[in-house]
């Protein structure tokens, strides 16, 4: 590479929780910089799981970090064309990266359900992946098999 990598930026933790894996969450959910809409979404959202998940003696800041790492894949695969030919190499996901593409996709599966609200659709992908279901757990799912199925090209690594 010819020029640098670029610094990391500090996120700031957010008001209530205190934790910048919510401001991370936050930015990530914000559409046109409108991050007081994102943090009420996100903050409704808590509440919403906090009321469904009553019986589990958890706060929902935990369920929904709980949510995260299920979420969260371990491998994925990009393409590398070796010879002519395209191969689909799985490849380690960076710690960073691991954390994005978890929150990214909790994002866009909250966006596709059906309901009244961001805060009610975000508080139903929440409660679905911490019970190990939904849209973005079978998207890790998928990501995994198909790092699986293409173990054997696991030597073109670069």
Do not use: C
């Not at 010819?2 to 205190?18: A, E, N, Q, T, V």
């Not at 910089?33 to 959202?45: N, R, T, V």
């Not at 970090?65 to 393409?79: F, G, H, Y």
């Not at 978890?102 to 596709?112: D, E, G, P, T, V």
Request: aromatic share 8%; net charge positive; glycine share 6%.
């Amino acid at each position: 590479m010819r020029k640098s990598k670029p610094k990391k930026r500090i996120l700031l933790p957010d008001p209530k929780f205190g934790d910048t894996l919510v401001t991370q969450f936050v930015n990530n959910l914000m559409l046109q910089g409108k991050k007081s809409i994102s943090y009420g979404i996100f903050y409704d959202a808590m509440e919403i799981v906090g009321e469904k998940m009553k019986d589990s003696d958890k706060a929902p800041l935990d369920i929904w970090k709980k949510a995260l790492e299920n979420i969260t894949p371990q491998v994925e695969v990009k393409s590398r064309r070796i010879g002519g030919a395209t191969f689909q190499v799985p490849i380690e996901v960076r710690p960073d990266r691991k954390i994005s593409v978890s929150m990214k996709n909790m994002i866009l599966f909250a966006r596709k359900r059906s309901g009244r609200s961001m805060a009610e659709k975000l508080s139903g992908e929440i409660i679905s992946a911490y019970n190990e279901e939904g849209g973005a757990f079978k998207r890790k799912e998928d990501m995994h098999k198909m790092a699986e199925a293409n173990k054997a090209f696991a030597h073109f690594r670069f």
